[in-house]
C-alpha cells in the first residue's frame, strides 16, 4: 500500500509539494498563535526548504518520479524532429510488424504444439530407401499390414495411430447433383482416445472401429466442418454421407480445436481406416504411422531401442512378405528392404513438404529481421547524431551532478517510446499482414486454413523483440552520452572523429545487411522469373479441363460418347480425352523392358491419351503419327524423345516395341514427341510415352475408366465460361459421368509455383524497404557529417582546395564503408545461399548477375544518397563559415 | 544542542506513544505535547518532525487526515494504526533494554 501510494504521488507531485507547503505554514501559525515570536518560531523550525525536500523524497516513488520526467522530456525531443521522429516511428513499425507476422506464420506452421494430450511424446514413423537413381528418399507412408505387424511388436511401449493424408474427396450430401469437395482423412480408431480428445457431440471413432474391414461405416466431423458447412446443426447425427459407393453414417463430432494432424489443411470428416479398400492391400502405401509413447517411457533414452525393434519387426514383416515382389527384379527388392526407420517428433504436427516450406519461411524471416536491423541501425545512427549534438547539455547534466546511469536512462526512455509507438503500429500491421502471406501461398483450389491466434506466444514474442529494438536504439547513444567528459565537451568539442568513426562502422553494417537482403531476394526473383518462363512445349491458352469421375466405372466407348457431344457445343474448338491432365497432381511409372529383356532400371511415366490430345494441346509430332480413334491399348504408343534416347539409344524408335510391367502385350512406338514437362515444372526431363485411352484387358475385352480428365480447347478467350454449361452437358447424359473439379492448364501451369510466387514477392518488397531505408540512412550520415565539418570544409576552401578534393574529402568514405559493407554482405550471402541452393530453378549463387544486380543497385542508392551531401558541401560558402566563426 | 541530542533516534517512539495516549493530533500539537510531557527537556528541532511523519505514515504506522478547523484553515491530524500499536510495542521493549545497558554501563563503570 505504502509503495502504491508513492507510486500515486509520483503522478501528483505538485499537489504534493502544495499539501505539505500548508502544513509547514500551518506549524508557523500555530506558533504564533500560542504566543511565540515569529523569528524564534522560524529559528526553531530550523530550515523549512531541508523539511520539504526530505517529506517530498519520502513520500514519492523517486525513480517513478524521474522516470516520468524522463518519458516528458524524451517526447519532447521526439516531438521537436517531428518528420525524422515519424520516418523513424514507420521504418521501425515497419521492421517489427514484419518480424511478428513471419514470427506468427513460423509459429504456426512448426512450432506450435497440437492440441491433443502428450504432443511431446508423438513421433511420425519414416523410412528411408534408396530410389532407382541412387539418391536415398525418405518417406512416411505405410500399407495397414505392416502398420499391423509393426503395432504388435512394439505394443508394450508404444501405441502406433494410423493417420491417412487429408485428402480433397468429393462427398455427396443429398443427391448426385450436389456433389461437393471435402478434407477426407482416414484414421484408426485409437486416435481419438490417445489423443484426449473428447467429443463436442455425439461419439469419437473408438478401436472397436478397426475389427475388420467395411464393419464401421461411420463418420466424425470436426468441429470446424460441423460449423462452417452445417451451422452447428445438431440433426447432424445419423444423416448419411456417400463418398464414392460406400455410405457412412455420422456418429458424432470432434472437439473444438483439432483440426487433424497436418498444418495447414483442415481435417472435415475422419473416416475409420478400415473402411478404405486398401487397408487390406499388402504393397499400399498409403497412411501415416504416428507413435505415442506409453507413459513411464522416456522419450530420451527409450526411444533408439524402440526404434531398432520397430526397424527389425519391419525387416522380419518385409522379408517375410510373399506376395509383395513378386516379379520384381532383384535388384529392386535388395534396394527395398535396404529400408532404414526413421522417428520424427511430430508433436507440432505435419507440414506437407516440410523441409521446403522450412526453409522458404526461414528465408522470410531472415529478410523481416534484416529489414528490422536496419531500420534500428537507421534510428540509432539519428539518435547518436542527436546524442552528439547534445553533447553540451550532457556535459552540462554531468558537471551538475547528474549520476551516469540517469543519463542512460534518459536516452532508454527515448528509444523505448520510439519502439512502442512502433510497437503498437507494427501489431496493426502483423494482424494484417500474417493472414494476407497465408493467402498469398494458397493454392485457390485448395485454400490452406490455418489458426493464427494471437495469443500469449506472439505477445511474449513480440515483447521481446520490443526489448530488443530499445536495446539495439538506445544502448550504443546512451553510453556515448555517459561517457561524455565534462570538461572536454564544455571547452569546445572532444576528439571531432570519434563520432565518424561510429558513423562509418554503421554505414558498413547497414550497407552489408541491405546486401544481403538484395543477393537473396535477387536468386528468389530470378529463380521464379525462370520457372515462369520456362519453355512448356505445350500450349495452356483456351484449355479447360475437366475433371470427371464415373462412379464404378465407364466404357471408353461411352466416354468418347461424351467426347463427341461435347465437340457438338458452341464455342468448343476442339476435345480430347486425357487421364489426367500434365502438370496436375498425378504422376505414375511403368517399367520398360524392350524385347523382353528384364526392365530397364528407370522407370517410365506414362499417361493414356485419346487421338486428337496432342493437337488440342499442340504438342507436335517430331516423327510419326498420332493416335487413331481404332488404336487401343496396350498396342500402340507415342513416346517423347527422353524416351526414345533412354531405351533406343542411337536408333529410329518408330516401329519399335517395349513392354510395359513385365508380361503385358508389346506397344508398337507409332509417333515421337518433344519433351514436355509431367508432373513438376522443376523435374528435369523425364522418360515419358502417351498409350490410347482405349484400353482393353489380356482377352482384348474394353476396360473400364473410373476417371479421366476431358481437356477442351475454346473459342472464348474466358475457357471457363463454358465450364457450366458443359458441366450440366455431362450431367444430363445420365450415364454415371459427374465433373469433379473444373480449372484450366494455365492455372496449373501458375499453380506450380505457387510457393515461388509470394517468396519472390515478399523477397522483392523487402529487398526494396531494405535499400530505401539504407538509402535514407547513408543519406542522413553523409549529411550530418558534412554539416559537422563545415568549419573544416570552408577552411579547405579558403585555402585553395578545388572542388575535385571536397567531393573526395566528403565521400571517399562512404564509398570505402560501401565497397566493405558489400563484401561482408556477399560473404553473408555465399554462406546462407548454401542452405536454400535446393529451393532455385536453375539459379546458381554464383551466377555473375546474381551479384551484379545487389552491387548495382546499392551502388546507385550510395551516388543518390551522397548528392545532397555533396553538393551542400560544395555550396559551402567559406567567408561565411569564417566570419561566424 | 544537548536537547536535540537526546531526542536522537527516539523521535519514533515518542510520536508512537503520544498518539496511542490522544488521537488526531497536528504536527504543532504532538510537539507542543512531547515538549511540555517531557518538561520541555526533549526537544527535537522542531522542522525534523514533518519528515519524520511522514515517514512513519508511509510505512503504515500511523494515518494522516485532512480536517477543517474553527478558524476555516485546513489542518492534517495523525492518528496510530494496528501497525502502528505494534510497532510501539516493539520500540518500546527495544528503549527498555537499551536503557536498562546504559544504566548498567554507567553504575558499574
Known amino acids: 500500500m505504502s509503495l502504491w501510494s508513492r507510486i500515486a504521488n509520483a503522478f501528483q507531485g505538485e499537489r504534493l509539494n502544495r499539501e505539505i507547503e500548508e502544513e509547514l505554514q500551518l506549524h508557523m501559525e500555530e506558533a504564533i498563535a500560542s504566543g511565540r515570536d515569529a523569528g524564534e518560531a522560524r529559528r526553531a523550525f530550523g530550515s523549512s526548504l531541508r523539511v520539504r525536500e526530505a517529506s517530498h523524497s519520502i513520500r514519492v516513488a523517486g525513480w517513478l518520479e524521474g522516470l516520468l520526467a524522463d518519458v516528458h522530456f524524451g517526447w519532447r525531443q521526439l516531438c521537436r524532429n517531428k518528420v525524422t521522429s515519424i520516418a523513424a516511428v514507420l521504418s521501425l513499425a515497419l521492421g517489427i510488424g514484419s518480424c511478428v507476422a513471419a514470427f506468427r506464420l513460423i509459429d504456426a506452421l512448426l512450432w506450435r504444439p497440437l492440441p491433443v494430450a502428450n504432443a511431446d511424446h508423438l513421433y511420425i514413423l519414416a523410412r528411408s530407401m534408396p530410389h532407382f537413381d541412387g539418391k536415398l528418399i525418405e518417406d512416411d507412408h505405410w500399407a495397414t499390414p505392416e502398420f499391423d505387424a509393426l503395432r504388435n511388436a512394439v505394443k508394450d511401449q508404444a501405441d502406433l495411430i494410423a493417420i491417412s493424408e487429408a485428402d480433397r474427396t468429393d462427398v455427396t450430401w443429398t443427391t448426385d447433383e450436389d456433389m461437393e469437395k471435402a478434407n477426407v482423412v482416414y484414421a484408426s480408431g485409437n486416435m481419438f482416445p490417445l489423443f484426449g480428445l473428447e467429443p463436442a457431440f455425439g461419439r469419437l471413432l473408438a478401436p472397436t472401429d478397426d475389427r475388420a474391414p467395411g464393419a464401421s461405416p461411420y463418420a466424425v466431423l470436426s468441429w470446424d466442418y460441423w460449423n462452417h458447412r452445417f451451422g452447428c446443426d445438431p440433426k447432424i447425427l445419423g444423416r448419411p454421407l456417400h463418398i464414392g459407393d460406400q455410405t457412412f453414417e455420422i456418429i458424432g463430432v470432434g472437439p473444438r480445436d483439432f483440426t487433424g494432424t497436418e498444418k495447414g489443411t483442415v481435417t472435415d470428416i475422419f473416416l475409420p481406416v478400415s473402411m478404405n479398400n486398401f487397408a487390406t492391400m499388402e504393397r499400399a502405401a498409403w497412411h501415416r504411422t504416428f507413435l505415442m509413447l506409453k507413459p513411464g517411457v522416456r522419450a530420451g533414452s527409450d526411444l533408439e531401442p524402440l526404434r531398432q525393434h520397430l526397424a527389425a519387426a519391419n525387416h522380419t514383416f518385409q522379408a517375410g512378405c510373399s506376395t509383395c515382389f513378386h516379379g520384381m527384379p532383384q535388384v529392386d527388392i535388395d534396394r527395398y528392404l535396404k529400408q532404414n526407420l526413421i522417428l520424427h517428433s511430430a508433436g507440432a504436427g505435419i507440414l506437407e513438404l516440410q523441409k521446403d516450406y522450412r526453409r522458404f519461411l526461414g528465408i522470410l524471416g531472415l529478410m523481416a529481421a534484416l529489414v528490422l536491423l536496419i531500420a534500428c541501425v537507421n534510428v540509432a545512427n539519428m539518435m547518436t547524431a542527436q546524442a552528439t549534438a547534445r553533447a553540451h547539455e550532457m556535459a552540462l547534466r554531468i558537471s551538475i551532478g547528474a549520476g551516469r546511469s540517469r543519463l542512460i536512462q534518459l536516452i532508454l526512455c527515448q528509444s523505448a517510446l520510439l519502439a512502442l509507438l512502433a510497437s503498437v503500429l507494427g501489431a496493426l500491421f502483423a494482424t494484417w499482414a500474417a493472414p494476407f502471406v497465408l493467402s498469398l501461398i494458397n493454392p485457390p483450389d485448395n485454400p490452406a486454413r490455418l489458426d493464427l491466434p494471437a495469443d500469449w506466444r506472439v505477445l511474449l514474442f513480440g515483447c521481446g523483440l520490443m526489448l530488443l529494438v530499445v536495446l539495439l536504439l538506445g544502448l550504443l547513444p546512451a553510453l556515448r552520452a555517459s561517457a561524455v567528459r565534462p570538461v572536454a565537451a564544455l571547452k569546445g568539442g572532444e576528439d571531432p572523429h570519434s563520432s565518424r568513426r561510429l558513423m562509418r562502422g554503421v554505414i558498413a553494417l547497414q550497407v552489408a545487411f541491405c546486401f544481403l537482403a538484395l543477393f537473396l531476394s535477387s536468386l528468389f526473383v530470378a529463380s521464379f522469373q525462370r520457372l515462369q518462363n520456362r519453355p512448356l512445349g505445350f500450349s495452356t491458352d483456351r484449355l479447360l479441363l475437366l475433371q470427371t469421375v464415373a462412379g464404378k466405372g465407364q466404357l471408353p466407348v461411352v466416354w468418347n460418347q461424351t467426347t463427341e457431344a461435347i465437340r457438338a457445343v458452341p464455342g468448343v474448338e476442339s476435345v480430347a480425352i486425357a487421364s489426367w491432365p500434365l502438370l496436375g497432381r498425378i504422376q505414375i511409372n511403368s517399367e520398360i523392358s524392350v524385347n523382353g529383356a528384364p526392365p530397364s532400371p528407370t522407370p517410365a511415366f506414362f499417361l493414356n491419351v485419346s487421338s486428337g490430345w496432342l493437337s488440342t494441346m499442340k504438342i507436335p509430332l517430331v516423327s510419326g503419327r498420332d493416335f487413331s480413334p481404332q488404336d487401343r491399348s496396350p498396342g500402340v504408343a507415342i513416346v517423347n524423345e527422353t524416351f526414345a534416347r533412354t531405351y533406343f539409344p542411337g536408333q529410329n524408335p518408330i516401329g519399335r516395341s517395349f513392354e510395359r510391367d513385365g508380361g503385358q502385350s508389346p506397344n508398337k512406338i507409332v509417333g515421337v514427341t518433344p519433351d514436355v514437362p509431367y508432373h513438376d515444372l522443376r523435374e528435369p526431363t523425364r522418360a515419358i510415352f502417351y498409350v490410347p485411352f482405349n484400353g482393353v484387358n489380356d482377352k482384348s475385352a474394353p476396360q473400364t475408366v473410373g476417371f479421366a480428365t476431358f481437356v477442351i480447347h475454346t473459342d472464348a478467350q474466358d475457357s471457363l465460361a463454358l465450364a457450366e454449361t458443359l458441366r450440366k452437358l455431362i450431367a444430363q447424359r445420365h450415364n454415371g459421368f459427374r465433373v469433379s473439379n473444373v480449372t484450366t492448364q494455365y492455372d496449373l501451369v501458375r499453380d506450380q509455383t505457387v510457393r515461388e510466387r509470394p517468396i519472390a514477392m515478399l523477397a522483392a518488397f523487402f529487398a526494396a524497404v531494405a535499400l530505401l531505408l539504407a538509402g535514407i540512412g547513408l543519406y542522413a550520415v553523409l549529411n550530418y557529417s558534412v554539416l559537422q565539418r563545415r568549419r573544416e570544409i570552408g577552411i579547405r576552401m579558403a585555402i585553395g582546395s578545388p572542388r575535385a578534393g571536397i567531393v573526395h574529402l566528403v565521400t571517399l568514405d562512404a564509398f570505402l564503408m560501401t565497397a566493405l559493407g558489400g563484401c561482408v554482405g556477399a560473404a553473408l550471402g555465399f554462406g546462407s545461399a548454401r542452405y536454400v541452393e535446393s529451393l532455385f530453378y536453375q539459379v546458381k549463387a554464383t551466377d555473375a548477375d546474381m551479384i551484379a544486380l545487389p552491387a548495382g543497385a546499392i551502388l546507385l542508392t550510395t551516388l543518390i544518397a551522397t548528392l545532397p551531401a555533396v553538393l551542400r558541401a560544395l555550396r559551402t560558402d567559406p567567408t561565411e563559415i569564417l566570419r561566424a566563426e | ?109
Open chain 2, 1 to 109: 544542542m544537548a536537547k536535540t541530542d537526546a531526542l536522537q533516534g527516539s523521535l519514533d517512539l515518542l510520536v508512537l506513544k503520544l498518539l496511542s495516549r490522544r488521537t488526531r493530533l497536528h504536527g504543532y500539537a504532538i510537539m507542543a505535547a512531547i515538549a511540555s510531557a517531557s518538561g520541555d527537556v526533549l526537544r527535537a528541532e522542531e522542522g525534523s518532525l514533518y519528515p519524520a511523519l511522514h515517514r512513519m505514515e508511509e510505512a503504515g504506522w500511523i494515518r494522516a487526515e485532512w480536517i477543517k478547523k474553527d478558524t476555516g484553515r485546513r489542518a492534517r491530524v495523525y492518528e496510530l494504526t494496528t501497525a502502528g500499536l505494534k510497532q510501539l510495542g516493539a520500540e518500546e521493549s527495544r528503549w527498555e533494554s537499551v536503557s536498562v545497558a546504559i544504566n548498567r554501563v554507567l553504575r558499574e563503570a
